[in-house]
């Protein structure tokens, strides 16, 4: 079995949320999705449990809070797709979806990357690195 990553965030409005990233393509496992939370499918080992504030306070320690990502990053999702279009066209749904630039694209020549804060803050870069490039 490959390893899976399940990465943990806080929504504001876990509906809302859910459609945003069902307008970038995603899906969601309905079997770990609830009023609380949700499983977000982005790959077959790749997951985002988007939680509700209570949902994630179940899961920190006593004293500890989620961060608010619109003050503060924790951390930088990264995801690469199949070419610089894909690039743009996952860019461009998320900006219509109601995402906002983060930075503006950079282009490396072997590598191209565009980066956007989604609904609540969290920072999404998605890039296409040329295979050719990579040894």
């Known amino acids: 079995m490959h390893t899976q990553i399940f990465v943990n965030m ?3 409005a876990l509906a ?3 459609s945003f990233f069902k307008k970038l393509g995603w ?3 309905m079997q770990f999705t609830n009023e609380d939370a949700a499983c977000l499918v982005i790959s077959e080992t790749i997951y985002c449990m988007l939680h509700t504030s209570s949902s994630i ?3 920190l320690p006593e004293g500890k809070s989620a961060a608010d990502p619109t003050k503060h990053t924790e951390v930088l999702l990264a995801l690469s797709v199949d070419s610089r279009e ?3 066209a996952m860019y461009n749904r998320a900006l219509a979806g109601g995402a906002t630039e983060c930075r503006p694209a950079e ?3 072997f590598m191209f990357a565009r ?3 989604d609904l609540d803050g969290h920072i999404w870069e998605v890039f296409w690195m040329d295979p050719k490039h990579v040894q």
């Open 10 to 12: 806080q929504v504001k």
């Open 16 to 18: 809302t949320s859910m």
């Open 27 to 29: 899906s969601f496992n």
């Open 57 to 59: 306070q179940r899961f």
């Open 86 to 88: 894909a690039v743009d």
């Open 107 to 109: 282009d490396h020549g």
């Open 115 to 117: 980066s956007f804060n």
